[in-house]
Each structure stands twice: as structure tokens, then as C-alpha cells.
């Protein structure tokens, strides 16, 4: 095999087969040596030697068996960070993913790596969660499902409540923090998230999962998979075609009062593998009403046992809080894939997408001024009273679909890799409020609708990405991507259309150095530009629209990984320019919005530790150190007269905190499964330490 790749993996040398399929390792010491023998189209080999003291060379041959190559979901070459030495990455396997999958969202299983916050508006997990890393929000963090993008285009967030037990269905998963690599949809500004579904179905099986805890939590999940039906014993390489289907509910109590939420969910999936391509057609989505639990509880509660779990939702309403103050949201995800290895060397994904959702939030809510509604007439109005108690609903129907296609190419030594990729999506979003119940006035129409506007956002997007191994250590990893995006929307308060786009160039650059015994250098440079989201636009004038938030990421880490001990530590700089944050001010046309402040930073230094004590005892650790400010911003203060009036003052901010980043986190983790139980029995622990944090940029 003429350019066959071999490594020896304990220092790192490299050679390659000539065309006779000769090959030479030169200046090894005496001892006992790992090689590894790779070729595309070929399953690897692994061989261990002995190299003596006083012999002049020692001949080993291989031959290397073809195999079939395992095409797997889009997000593999299109999105995925492609150095492996590189601390900042973290990829949790089908195996850890169910292990720790206790009906919790999503982001419950990501509370034990480094810089990643997860709360829970319930307490209990289960309903509204959120996730931040570095201290990012989760607006500024990309996440994609097999490669199609999960964020909302407007508001730019992923709501994990509307996919609930998707973990059930999930092949692995990939967290990037820092800038990460190019992908579809939103720019990333704290990490990255690329989920796969696209699991290898050949295997028949059928499951049942029933579990329950704490605050009455309860989940029930079945799930099935064919395995390959038609497929010919006498086949060379495995072919035919295979479903799978999955269906969960989960319901919870919550720890908050009232905060209940009832999920259903759906995964369904049907496939045909052929020798050297696969189709596939997955569709999946969940329903989701959860009580209200999203206004926190006041401070002064917090050491107050009979308060700690108060909710003040649905309290406006006089006697009992109102029954129904609740989220009620349904969203159905559409996903066509077609893969092709074209060669030995070139293979092609083409994927199409489309999601639907639609739901609504419904809120009593007391003592409102009926002319903010469309409800005003004389008749009512005739005491001077021009107010009512009322019930609304505020509903979202959008439409989100596209297209995305990968072009990748691996050369036979398996050091070069070239992927070419893009994307085209559309957005149209419908938001409309109707009142549904008025104390004092019969509505003239069933369900008034006292508000409505239209959105559309179409995005455009190709990147390239190369690694090349330039010497037997060293790897280059560059990234050149290139955004467009066109956002149709309505000022709110001037009811006036307006657009924005933007054209974004975003270039990456990353060096591995492997220092061999498992050991890796690495370093990371990124551009990054993203939007602002739907509020920043909508609550905006022509006078007063926001500008795209800048920022470079500098990353510089070390990684040591053997059997028994893992260890990395990152150093990282996030420069912003024009980061948008609340400052109090309110726009020309009376709003509180965020405002673009010329500079700020985060900084910070991660240390991540695992040791496997014994085959069954494995211990975690790991801190965030960070330092996280604007550098300068006006904040703008609202004073009360005491006529009723009010007028802002302006206070000059020097060097505060960011909000929600705390300048320490550290965590420690315990996993114990006991060989004498077979293993059959995990016991784990989990203990984190936050610092001080503050919920403005005061």
C-alpha cells in the first residue's frame, strides 16, 4: 500500500509506506514500542515491538484488512473541532451519555465539565433550564443537532424543554467553549454544542427505561430499532434498510411551587445503507406545558424555609394563583440526509431540514389599561376607570427549513484533511398576543388578537477547513468562514419595518504540538461576529440599532492523557468589541435595551484533572480561575421624584464585573461502580463551588 501511514505512538514518529510498500522507523531506543498502521479504506492496525540493544533493525510485516467506512452524521467533518490535543473540547460518548441520563434536560449532563453554570427555573432539572460557559449566556452559544442548527433564529437561544429526553436518542455529543469551529447558524461567542442522533442502527434491539426521584419526577421511555432488514448474509459489506422509534414522558413537581411540567416526546427514524452511500430520514420533537417558574425568588426569601419556594406567577390574580399560568410550546424537527463516499478519498453529505413550532405563554394579569389592548370604548371608560383584569396569551408560530451540504477529502496517509461546506436557511416567524378573558368588558370577537408582526431571517454560509500534519508532531488546523445574514422585522413601538444585514468574515488558526507519551501543546486564534438578537432590533429606532458584537479568542493549553491519568490546563483571553449589555438607559422611544459598550474582556486559566484509581473508582476535578469586565460603560439609573416622575442619572462604570460570571467555579466528581456487584450498580457524586456573582453590570 503505497502511502500507508505509520506512527509510533510513543514518541510521536511518523513514516510512509513507499510504492513498493517498504517503510522505515529510524533512531529508536531500546525498549518495547506501540505502532500504528493506517490507510483510508483499510481498518488500522495496531502492533507492538520490542526493539533490543545491539540490533541493527527489526523487520516487521503487515497487512492491512479493507473495511467498510462507517458514514456518519454531517456535523463529523462539517462542524466538528478536528485537534485532537486541544483541552477545550470535551465529546461524551453513547455509553457516558445514558449512563449519567437521569430524565434531567440536557444540560444537566454538562454540569461536571470546566466553565460550564447549569439552573434550573423549576430546581428540580426538569422543564426551563439554562447553560452557560465562561459565563456566556446560552444565546451566544451555538448549538447544532446532526449538523442542522438548533438555536432560534431571533432570539437566538436553545430551549432544551422543547426536545425532552432527546438524550435517549443522542449517539454522542461535542462541547467546544471558547469561539470553537465554524458551523451553521448563529456565530458562537462562548462554545460550541454539535449533537449527533445518527447512531449506527444494524443491531435489533428494544428498550424500556423507567425512572423517578425527588418533587414527584417521573420518566417513562421505549425505544426500538430494527436492525437491517434484507440484508444478505453473503454480502460483502453490510446493506438493507432499518428503522428506529423512540416515545418518553416525563413529569415533574418541581422544587419551586406549581412548577410542574408534563413533556412528551417523539424520535423516529427510517434508513436504507447501500455499499457505499446511506439515506436517512429522521423526525423528532416534543410537547412541553410547564407552570411559570421563571421570575426567581426574591432575595429576602432565600433563608426563609416556608418561602424559599415561592412563585410569584399567576399571583395577580385575586384569592388562589391562577391555574393555568403556564408554557405551551410544541416543536416538530424534519431532518433528510444523503451520504456518498464518492472514492477511497472524497465523500459528500447533502442534509435538508424544516422545523415547526408553534405554542404559546398564558398570564393573568391585573389592573391592565384596556386601550394597550384595543379594548377601549366609551361605555366602559364612563367612571374614569379605564382598566380591567384579563387573561392573554402571547403565541409564536414560526417556520424554520434549509438546506446544508459537505465536501470532504482525506488523503491516503490520513495527515491531510480538507472539508468544504455550506448552508442556506430561512426563518419566518408569526408573534401575536390575544386576550381570552376580561373582567368588565365582553369581548366583541372569541380570542382578540391585540398585537401581531412578522419577522423573516435568511441566512447564507460556506466555510473551509484544512488540518495538516507538517512534521511527525506538529498539526495546523485553519478555518476560513464566510456569513451572511438579512433580518426582516417591525420596531415595536413606531410599528415600522426595517432590515438589517450583515456580511461577517470569520478566520480561525490552531497548532498541535504532541510531545509524545500522550502529551499534547496547543494553540487557538479566532475571529468572531454575530447579531444581535430579536429584542435588540425590535425594541430599537433607526436612531438607536445596536451594531454586531466583535471579539477575538486567544486559547493556549497543555494536555496529558495515559490509562490511568488525565490532566489539561487551558489559558484563555476573550477580547470584545462591542459587546452588548444592559446598562438601565432607555432609547428614544422609551425602552430598556442593550447597548453596544466599546470594550470588555474575559480571561482565565481552566484546570481539568481524572484519575482512574481502580478499574471501578474514578475521581474529577476540575476549576475555572477568571477575571471578567467592562472596561468602561455609562449606566443609567432611574430616580423617582416625588411627584410621581422620573429622570435618569448617569453614573460612570470603570472596570465592573460582567454579570453572571463568577470569578471562581470548582467542581469534584466521584464515580464508583463496585466490581464485586458486577458493575450492574454506579454510585455517584457530585459537589460544585461558585464564587460571588452579580445579576448586573453594576
Known amino acids: 500500500l503505497p502511502g500507508a501511514y505509520i506512527k509510533v505512538l510513543q514518541t510521536g514518529q511518523v513514516a510512509t509506506a513507499n510504492e513498493t510498500g517498504l517503510y522505515r522507523v529510524e533512531g529508536l531506543e531500546p525498549g518495547i514500542y506501540d505502532l500504528r498502521f493506517s490507510f483510508v479504506g483499510f481498518k488500522p492496525e495496531l502492533r507492538t515491538t520490542r526493539v533490543k540493544a545491539g540490533t541493527a533493525k527489526t523487520i516487521m510485516h503487515v497487512q492491512l484488512k479493507e473495511e467498510v467506512i462507517q458514514l456518519k452524521g454531517l456535523e463529523v467533518r462539517a462542524n466538528r473541532m478536528e485537534l485532537l490535543g486541544t483541552a477545550t473540547t470535551t465529546v461524551l460518548r453513547q455509553k457516558e451519555l445514558m449512563a449519567a441520563d437521569d430524565a434531567r434536560d440536557l444540560p444537566y449532563l454538562l454540569q461536571g465539565l470546566a466553565s460550564v453554570l447549569v439552573t434550573s427555573d423549576a430546581g428540580a432539572g426538569v422543564g426551563y433550564t439554562d447553560l452557560r460557559v465562561r459565563g456566556v449566556d446560552a444565546t451566544r452559544i451555538n448549538a447544532t443537532i446532526n449538523g442542522i442548527p438548533l438555536n432560534d433564529a431571533e432570539s437566538q437561544k436553545v430551549y432544551w424543554v422543547d426536545l425532552p429526553d432527546i438524550v435517549s436518542s443522542m449517539e454522542d455529543l461535542q462541547l467546544q467553549r471558547g469561539v470553537g469551529s465554524s458551523t451553521f447558524g448563529t456565530g458562537a461567542f462562548g462554545a460550541n454544542l454539535n449533537l449527533s442522533t445518527l447512531s449506527d442502527r444494524s443491531k435489533p434491539r428494544a428498550e424500556l427505561r423507567l425512572g423517578g426521584g425527588s418533587f414527584n419526577t417521573r420518566r417513562a421511555t421505549f425505544s426500538y430499532t430494527s436492525g437491517l ?117 472524497w465523500y459528500l453529505n447533502l442534509a435538508a431540514h424544516y422545523t415547526k413550532g408553534f405554542g404559546y405563554y398564558e398570564q393573568y394579569k391585573a389592573e391592565q389599561e384596556l386601550d394597550a389592548y384595543g379594548l377601549l370604548s366609551p361605555s366602559v371608560c364612563q367612571s374614569g376607570d379605564c382598566t380591567t383584569d384579563l387573561v392573554r396569551r402571547r403565541w409564536l408560530d414560526n417556520d424554520f427549513y434549509g438546506a446544508v451540504w459537505g465536501l470532504h477529502y482525506t488523503n491516503n496517509s490520513g495527515t491531510f484533511n480538507l472539508s468544504w461546506a455550506g448552508g442556506v436557511n430561512r426563518y419566518e416567524g408569526l408573534h401575536y398576543g390575544e386576550v381570552i378573558w376580561a373582567q368588565i368588558y365582553g369581548l366583541s370577537e372569541k380570542d382578540h388578537r391585540y398585537y401581531e408582526d412578522r419577522a423573516v431571517k435568511s441566512e447564507a454560509n460556506t466555510f473551509v477547513k484544512a488540518t495538516y500534519t507538517i512534521q511527525d508532531r506538529l498539526s495546523l488546523q485553519a478555518d476560513l468562514q464566510l456569513r451572511q445574514m438579512d433580518y426582516a422585522y417591525a420596531y415595536r413601538q413606531l410599528n415600522q419595518d426595517a432590515r438589517a444585514s450583515h456580511l461577517f468574515f470569520n478566520p480561525k488558526l490552531g497548532l498541535t504540538y504532541e510531545l509524545g507519551s500522550g502529551s499534547w501543546l496547543f494553540a487557538f486564534v479566532a475571529h468572531a461576529q454575530r447579531e444581535p438578537n430579536r429584542n435588540d432590533y425590535v425594541d430599537a429606532s433607526p436612531e438607536s440599532v445596536p451594531r454586531p458584537e466583535r471579539m477575538m479568542d486567544y486559547e493556549l493549553g497543555f494536555r496529558q492523557m495515559n490509562q490511568k491519568l488525565q490532566f489539561a490546563l487551558t489559558l484563555y483571553y476573550m477580547d470584545y468589541r462591542d459587546q452588548l449589555v444592559l446598562s438601565g438607559k432607555i432609547n428614544d422611544v422609551g425602552e430598556y435595551t442593550r447597548i453596544n459598550v466599546a470594550r470588555s474582556y474575559r480571561r482565565g486559566i481552566e484546570a481539568e484533572a481524572g484519575w482512574m484509581a481502580r478499574e471501578d473508582l474514578q475521581l474529577s476535578l476540575n476549576a475555572t480561575l477568571s477575571d471578567n469586565r467592562i472596561r468602561k460603560f455609562d449606566e443609567y439609573v432611574d430616580v423617582y421624584t416625588e411627584l410621581g416622575d422620573y429622570y435618569q442619572e448617569v453614573f460612570v462604570r470603570e472596570n465592573t464585573p460582567l454579570s453572571f460570571s463568577p470569578a471562581l467555579i470548582a467542581k469534584g466528581g466521584l464515580q464508583w461502580s463496585p466490581s464485586f456487584l458486577k458493575r450492574a450498580w454506579t454510585l455517584r457524586f457530585f459537589s460544585q463551588y461558585v464564587s460571588r456573582q452579580y445579576i448586573d453590570n453594576s
Open 229 to 345: 432488514l434484507g440484508h444478505r448474509a453473503q454480502a460483502r459489506e453490510p446493506e438493507g434498510a432499518f428503522l428506529y422509534g423512540r416515545f418518553s414522558r416525563i413529569l415533574s413537581d418541581g422544587y419551586i411551587d406549581r412548577a410542574s411540567s408534563d413533556l412528551r416526546s417523539y424520535y423516529a427514524e427510517a434508513g436504507y445503507r447501500f455499499a457505499r452511500a446511506e439515506l436517512r430520514f429522521v423526525a423528532f420533537g416534543g410537547h412541553e406545558r410547564t407552570y411559570q417558574a421563571w421570575y426567581g425568588v426574591p432575595a429576602e426569601y432565600i433563608d426563609e424555609p416556608d418561602l424559599r419556594t415561592y412563585n410569584p406567577a399567576g399571583t395577580e390574580k385575586p384569592g388562589e394563583p391562577y391555574p393555568d399560568e403556564v408554557d405551551d410550546y410544541t416543536q416538530q424537527h424534519y431532518q433528510l440526509f444523503y451520504k456518498r463516499q464518492l472514492n477511497r478519498n
